[in-house]
């Protein structure tokens, strides 16, 4: 640009120079005439258009030189351009490169997981379907287990219970014959001298009011211990394998009750010891006719037409026993068999509607009323009532007559309003006329805290105040004198319980309360209630390991419980 400058600067002078020869030309040809002016306007005007052009070419030369330069960088510019676009797709090659190897990779390893995880779940499934075909191998043996226990427990529970009668009495094992225990010591001497006829006093040592006969003093006293063998169980040995004044001849496990029968306790069918063989063997004892060493024994007493085992028994109005339902080993059964004094042997009485296992009976006002069970599918919720042993003002639910007054129907059973739904194992009480079932096993495998309340005159069952404790296999008692009633012991979800709790429907907000626990846990027990009304005895059963023969009673003014001779 510079050399540009300089080379414009000299033409210009140049130009200037040869103008002002020019001029000098023209003033020394002036006189020559016009055709001299006219050649120097057209050299001029020559030179003129050749600096013009000279300046021109320069001028075009110095643009083109820029153009060229402009190129040149612009061509750079290009250049580096293309470069690095092309850097840019070799490097999103090798990216995708990778990517494609990554995604690759990547498959195979999810691949890899996904087979790893399809063989674990078919690993889980057969784990499942194995630890299903050991639950349902479980539950199998659980039952079993059950069933066992509730032969042998309850073997133990009656037997504790003949134990606790019998021991009051005395007895050695004499000559291979069953005859009872020594007598007790301590608080069970008092039931000893029940059978003295030189002792005249009560259970709590009072004198006894008049004159009472030993036979009435046995009656009264001994039977609050034997009455509680309902539910409870004997087991079946041979003669000379039995144990010395504590079970018959032929005990029995799971046997179904023990009833005082005229002043007689009865030990009623149950199991063959360790089997599930029912029994029809029937055997008693009179508390009060001890021999002359104050010795009890067992005797035959008329067999049951059916072999039975976990059936209900109930007294009847007029002295009798009624056996309800049960296993004969094959299936539950609804046959019923009656005894009567009168009549001296079992009679097979009216059939109840469906085949009962496992349920519960008790007597209101005369009337026999039996609920809830297992037919062999189901658990029950029904409830039926048999009116031949007794009068009673029924409701109309029942079969009354237009006054109200029940009326005899052509079948001895009818069928009563149901439970809320179906159960086993429960307890049942008659209080106040009202019958209570509470707490037992449900269809559906729950352990219930439910209590019902029947009343036979409406028919209808209500709803009364939940137990704070779930159990099966409870004992109930009746302090109808207080106007309460106890659970007493059982089994939940988890253990065998020791809880007892305590209900008046008179404080009906109160619910149940919680009463002293008992020294053992124990279920498939047998519970009765003293005639004073103020003490319970909870005698035997099962602990959840093995039988116990552990004999507690209660004292409901203290609220204590205290152990006696088992």
């Not at 009833?259 to 010891?273: A, F, P, S, T």
């Given at each position: 640009?510079?050399?540009?400058?300089?080379?414009?600067?000299g033409?210009?002078?140049?130009?200037?120079?040869?103008?002002?020869?020019?001029?000098?030309?023209?003033?020394?040809?002036?006189?020559?005439?016009?055709?001299?002016?006219?050649?120097?306007?057209?050299?001029?005007?020559?030179?003129?258009?050749?600096?013009?052009?000279?300046?021109?070419?320069?001028?075009?030369?110095?643009?083109?030189?820029?153009?060229?330069?402009?190129?040149?960088?612009?061509?750079?510019?290009?250049?580096?351009?293309?470069?690095?676009?092309?850097?840019?797709?070799?490097?999103?090659?090798?990216?995708?490169?990778?990517?494609?190897a990554?995604?690759?990779?990547?498959?195979?390893?999810?691949?890899?997981?996904?087979?790893?995880?399809?063989?674990?779940?078919?690993?889980?499934?057969?784990?499942?379907?194995?630890?299903?075909?050991?639950?349902?191998?479980?539950?199998?043996?659980?039952?079993?287990?059950e069933?066992?226990a509730?032969?042998?427990?309850?073997?133990?529970?009656?037997?504790s219970?003949?134990?606790?009668?019998?021991?009051?009495?005395?007895?050695?094992?004499?000559?291979?014959?069953?005859?009872?225990?020594?007598?007790?010591?301590?608080?069970?001497?008092?039931?000893?001298?029940?059978?003295?006829?030189?002792?005249?006093?009560?259970?709590?040592?009072?004198?006894?009011?008049?004159?009472?006969?030993?036979?009435?003093?046995a009656?009264?006293?001994?039977?609050?211990?034997?009455?509680?063998?309902?539910?409870?169980?004997?087991?079946?040995?041979?003669?000379?394998?039995?144990?010395?004044?504590?079970?018959?001849?032929?005990?029995?496990?799971s046997?179904?009750?023990?009833?005082?029968?005229?002043?007689?306790?009865?030990?009623?069918?149950?199991?063959?010891?360790?089997?599930?063989?029912?029994?029809?063997?029937?055997?008693?004892?009179?508390?009060?006719?001890?021999?002359?060493?104050?010795?009890?024994?067992?005797?035959?007493?008329?067999?049951?037409?059916?072999?039975?085992?976990?059936?209900?028994?109930?007294?009847?109005?007029?002295?009798?026993?009624?056996?309800?339902?049960?296993?004969?080993?094959?299936?539950?059964?609804?046959?019923v068999?009656?005894?009567?004094?009168?009549?001296?042997?079992?009679?097979?009485?009216?059939?109840?509607?469906?085949?009962?296992?496992?349920?519960?009976?008790?007597?209101?006002?005369?009337?026999?009323?039996?609920?809830?069970g297992?037919?062999?599918?189901?658990?029950?919720?029904?409830?039926?009532?048999?009116?031949?042993?007794?009068?009673?003002?029924?409701?109309?639910?029942?079969g009354a007559?237009?006054?109200?007054?029940?009326?005899?129907?052509?079948?001895?059973?009818?069928?009563?309003?149901?439970?809320?739904?179906?159960?086993?194992t429960?307890g049942?009480?008659?209080?106040?006329?009202?019958?209570?079932?509470?707490?037992?096993?449900?269809?559906t495998?729950?352990?219930?805290?439910?209590?019902?309340?029947?009343?036979?005159?409406a028919d209808?069952?209500?709803?009364?105040?939940?137990?704070?404790?779930?159990?099966?296999?409870?004992?109930?008692?009746?302090?109808?004198?207080?106007?309460?009633?106890?659970?007493?012991?059982?089994?939940?979800?988890?253990?065998?319980?020791?809880?007892?709790?305590?209900?008046?429907?008179?404080?009906?907000?109160?619910?149940?309360w919680?009463?002293?626990?008992?020294?053992?846990?124990?279920?498939?027990?047998?519970?009765?209630?003293?005639?004073?009304?103020?003490?319970?005895?909870?005698?035997?059963?099962?602990?959840?390991?093995?039988?116990?023969?552990?004999?507690?009673?209660?004292?409901?003014?203290?609220?204590?419980?205290?152990?006696?001779?088992?």
């Amino acid at each position: 640009d510079a050399s540009d400058d300089d080379d414009a600067r000299g033409a210009r002078a140049t130009r200037s120079r040869e103008s002002d020869e020019e001029d000098a030309r023209m003033r020394w040809t002036r006189d020559d005439g016009a055709p001299t002016r006219v050649r120097a306007a057209y050299e001029r005007m020559e030179a003129v258009a050749a600096d013009y052009a000279r300046d021109a070419r320069r001028a075009a030369e110095a643009t083109r030189r820029e153009i060229d330069a402009e190129r040149e960088e612009a061509l750079e510019r290009i250049e580096e351009t293309r470069r690095e676009v092309l850097r840019g797709k070799d490097l999103l090659e090798r990216e995708r490169r990778d990517f494609d190897a990554r995604r690759v990779m990547q498959e195979d390893e999810l691949e890899r997981a996904y087979a790893a995880l399809r063989d674990e779940r078919e690993a889980f499934e057969r784990e499942r379907m194995r630890f299903e075909a050991e639950r349902i191998k479980f539950d199998t043996e659980i039952k079993v287990h059950e069933r066992y226990a509730r032969a042998t427990g309850g073997s133990m529970s009656a037997r504790s219970m003949s134990y606790a009668a019998s021991q009051s009495f005395g007895g050695e094992d004499v000559d291979g014959e069953s005859r009872g225990f020594e007598p007790a010591r301590g608080a069970d001497a008092k039931v000893a001298a029940w059978v003295d006829e030189a002792k005249e006093e009560t259970i709590d040592g009072s004198p006894a009011v008049g004159t009472t006969s030993r036979w009435k003093r046995a009656k009264d006293k001994v039977t609050t211990l034997t009455r509680a063998v309902e539910n409870a169980s004997l087991t079946k040995t041979a003669q000379t394998n039995a144990a010395a004044g504590v079970v018959p001849e032929s005990a029995r496990a799971s046997a179904l009750d023990g009833i005082d029968l005229v002043g007689r306790v009865l030990c009623i069918g149950g199991l063959e010891r360790g089997s599930d063989i029912p029994l029809s063997d029937v055997e008693y004892m009179r508390p009060g006719e001890a021999d002359a060493r104050g010795y009890l024994s067992w005797k035959p007493f008329a067999s049951l037409n059916t072999p039975r085992a976990y059936a209900a028994c109930s007294t009847t109005a007029i002295g009798g026993t009624v056996v309800i339902g049960g296993s004969d080993g094959n299936e539950a059964l609804r046959s019923v068999e009656e005894y009567r004094e009168s009549v001296g042997k079992w009679r097979v009485v009216d059939p109840m509607s469906v085949p009962r296992i496992w349920c519960a009976s008790t007597m209101i006002d005369g009337v026999t009323f039996v609920c809830g069970g297992y037919d062999g599918e189901y658990y029950l919720h029904s409830m039926e009532a048999n009116k031949t042993f007794g009068s009673f003002d029924y409701g109309e639910g029942l079969g009354a007559d237009a006054s109200g007054v029940g009326s005899q129907p052509s079948s001895s059973w009818v069928t009563c309003a149901p439970m809320s739904e179906g159960r086993a194992t429960l307890g049942v009480a008659n209080l106040g006329g009202k019958l209570y079932a509470v707490g037992g096993f449900s269809g559906t495998g729950e352990i219930l805290d439910l209590c019902e309340v029947y009343d036979p005159r409406a028919d209808t069952w209500t709803t009364g105040q939940p137990l704070k404790h779930k159990r099966r296999d409870l004992g109930v008692a009746s302090l109808n004198a207080r106007g309460m009633m106890l659970t007493v012991g059982g089994r939940d979800e988890r253990s065998v319980l020791n809880l007892v709790e305590a209900h008046d429907p008179r404080e009906a907000k109160r619910g149940w309360w919680d009463l002293a626990p008992m020294h053992y846990r124990r279920q498939l027990h047998a519970t009765v209630v003293d005639p004073s009304g103020d003490a319970v005895y909870a005698i035997g059963g099962f602990d959840g390991v093995s039988a116990i023969a552990a004999v507690e009673v209660y004292d409901v003014r203290a609220n204590k419980w205290r152990e006696v001779a088992p």
